[in-house]
């Protein structure tokens, strides 16, 4: 069917064009031909070799040059003439379709130049080369002149995945070439007066489909740029001996000329990577897209490490660990936009943050080398150089400064603090994923009123803005909520875990803390509510009961700004719980001190700080029961009335 080539989509025209391609297993003297082709449009003359000394020789090109002059009049015919000749040059390089058809054309043209005939005059007044056709052959000349640059980076040997133009720039010459053939079909016929097209219509096609070739092989110079800058990275990277220099090589243009510094959140002051010499850094990469929150976490480390700097834990003094973070920018349109948000974040960043708003040199060797992925991670970079944690984010972010100095196995020693709690509910089959730094709520009511009641303000507060801006990830689980007897199970298990311990001839001081972690979780079995678990991750931040966790939860209206005002959301919660535990405390138990008398306030032993205050009054007075009760109580402060009558 005879189609109008300017109604077709240039992907319908690519394919129709690409589909005629066979191979380009046809010998073609470019070189040669190229030559001669030149010497004929501007010198109007055969160059001394003649017409024979090239292939495919003259014979192709006058069966071209014949179809040219015999096609049909109409924009359709075009078409048909143009894809007959794709079709005669199927096993020719792309490059040389339309270089052999540019030489049939030339041909013609001097052809009709050169007739000598007693009727030479009649036929040169008719047949005529007129100027536009004259600009349409420039057109062609510096296509093809992309084309073979296009050819020559592709020959050099790098991948699509290194240099993803050359595939973007190879999309265009079947289009392009199929213009070029167009072009020069309506061009002979305007020529030989058999049509009267407006070439204008097929330069402007042409040129077009040109720019975007200029275009792609502009990128492809870019790429091949930025892919031997990655190459010459890549072999520092793995040379490099210091934490400044990878540093340097990581975020820096050139080490000729560095041009990247870094701001001081602390002094509030630009400084060079030379700050990072002889110490840890903890490198956070991030994009913008939450780095509120992301800043309230890093501020949380810089504090605890200014906390007694000089203090050496397991060799290392906290002091010689720094905070920087680099910000990943993918989308170059978003520079000034994200530079101006750079600067309202300054009067809170209170660690290091490199101030570059591209994107960064180094960023495939972070991609390739540090494992980035988009999401944010935190390697920790010695003074020498080397990683010695790949991503100590998760690890701080359950730990915070317990995990001081961030090596992998410092997670791994905290992890058996409560490994045996895990243990166990692995048992009872709850789904519980501990990875990816989610707040866990585990929890159990005496009915199930206590249960609805505190899975609905869990609820509420996981679709809560104040959290979703604090990029906090909040999950609830009921302790037998599909299986009863899990509840049993789950206590059974903890007092065996007890008892195994107790009986352990290994009397670490992990051991004991973990046994007393265990009497503490034992201890909310009995209460008259029920009881609530929060972990961060894997570590367990609150054992508490079931009605003073339901009221703080009811009343995150209350402390929700202090999620993003202090250390992150299981501070905040601890902070109102504690308050709310000791008001509830001291509400179940408020006797009248008898006689009027004040009662006696026994200090806990050691001059440990207690955590709640309760008071005690047993049944008239009797000091034998106070003292068993007293004897029991090691986590309470408090007031006993049957000992104030003393």
Same mark, same amino acid.
């Given at each position: ?8 989509? *240039? ?40 017409? @024979? ?10 069966l071209?040059? +014949? ?6 009049s ?7 003439t ?7 040059? #199927?096993?020719? @390089? ?22 000598? @005939? ?36 592709s ?48 330069? $402007?096609r042409?040129?077009s489909?040109?720019?975007?070739l ?9 790429e091949i $740029? ?46 060079g ?51 920087l973070?680099?910000p ?34 180094g ?30 984010k ?23 603090k ?18 990816g730094g ?11 009123e206590?249960?609805q #009641? ?11 803005? +104040? ?6 990830v909040?999950e ?20 065996? #875990? ?47 009961g079931? #009605? ?34 000791? *008001? ?13 008398k ?6 806990p ?33 408090h ?6 009558t003393?």
């Open positions: 069917m005879l189609v109008n080539p300017f109604e077709l989509g *240039d992907s319908h025209i690519r394919d129709m064009a690409y589909h005629t391609h066979l191979n380009d297993n046809a010998t073609c003297d470019t070189h040669v031909l190229y030559t001669t082709v030149s010497t004929l449009l501007y010198k109007n003359r055969l160059p001394e070799t003649g017409s @024979s000394s090239f292939q495919p020789g003259f014979h192709t090109l006058k071209i040059s +014949t179809q040219m002059i015999n096609a049909t109409g924009v359709q015919y075009v078409h048909q143009t894809m007959w000749i794709l079709e005669q040059l #199927k096993n020719y @390089s792309w490059d040389a379709k339309a270089l052999l058809t540019l030489a049939a054309f030339a041909f013609e043209i001097h052809r009709i130049e050169s007739l000598e @005939s007693p009727w030479t005059n009649e036929v040169q007044s008719r047949w005529k080369v007129p100027p536009i056709a004259t600009n349409l052959v420039a057109w062609v000349m510096e296509a093809l002149e992309h084309i073979w640059e296009w050819l020559k980076l020959s050099i040997g790098y991948n699509t995945e290194d240099v993803p133009s050359l595939s973007d720039a190879f999309n265009e010459i079947p289009l392009l070439v199929y213009w070029i053939l167009a072009s020069l079909v309506a061009s002979v016929a305007n020529i030989i007066a058999s049509s009267d097209y407006q070439l204008s219509d097929f330069i $402007d042409l040129s489909i040109d720019n975007n200029k275009e792609h092989l502009s990128l492809i110079k870019q $740029d930025g892919f031997e800058d990655y190459l010459r990275r890549k072999e520092m990277f793995s040379q490099t001996k210091d934490g400044v220099s990878m540093l340097r090589n990581l975020c820096e243009p050139t080490p000729e000329f560095p041009r990247v510094q870094v701001y001081d959140g602390n002094t509030k002051t630009k400084k990577f030379e700050v990072f010499k002889q110490k840890h850094v903890l490198l956070y990469f991030s994009e913008f897209n939450s780095i509120d929150s992301e800043i309230l976490f890093l501020n949380y480390i810089h504090v605890r490490l200014e906390e007694n700097p000089k203090e050496v834990i397991k060799g290392f003094k906290k002091e010689d660990f720094k905070i973070w680099i990943i920018v993918d989308n170059m349109d978003d520079s000034a936009k994200i530079k101006l948000r750079f600067e309202t974040l300054k009067s809170y960043i209170r660690c290091y943050a490199v101030e570059h708003f591209s994107k960064l040199p960023i495939r060797l972070i991609r390739e080398k540090l494992n980035y992925t988009g999401k944010p991670i935190m390697p920790v970079l010695t003074p020498k150089g080397d990683i010695i944690n790949e991503d100590a998760d690890l701080i972010f359950q730990w915070g400064i317990e995990a001081f100095p961030f090596r992998k196995f410092d997670g791994e020693d905290l992890s058996l409560w490994k045996w709690f895990w243990d166990v509910l692995k048992k009872l089959s709850l789904g519980i994923q501990l990875e989610k707040y866990i709520f585990i929890y159990q009511g005496k009915n199930r206590w249960n #009641k505190l899975a609905f303000e869990l609820d509420k507060i996981k679709a809560h803005e +104040t959290i979703k801006r604090a990029d906090c909040i609830h689980y009921q302790l037998g909520k599909n299986d009863h007897g899990a509840i049993s199970s789950f206590w059974k298990e903890i007092e065996i #875990k007890k008892e195994t311990k107790k009986a352990s001839k290994l009397h670490e001081v992990l051991d004991y803390k973990i046994q007393d972690k265990m009497e503490s979780l034992l201890r909310l079995k009995n209460d008259p509510q029920g009881w609530v678990i929060l972990s961060k991750g894997s570590n367990v931040k609150v054992l508490g079931m #009605k003073p966790m339901f009221e703080t939860m009811m009343n995150f209206e209350t402390w929700k700004d202090k999620v993003l005002q202090i250390e992150g959301f299981d501070i905040a919660l601890k902070e109102y719980y504690d308050a709310q535990a000791e *008001d509830d405390a001291a509400e179940e138990v408020k006797p009248t001190p008898p006689n009027g004040m009662p006696i306030i026994r200090e032993p050691n001059g440990e700080k207690p955590q709640h205050t309760i008071f005690i009054k047993p049944p008239k007075g009797d000091k034998s029961i106070c003292d068993r009760i007293c004897s029991g109580i090691k986590d309470f402060f007031h006993c009335c049957a000992c104030a003393d």
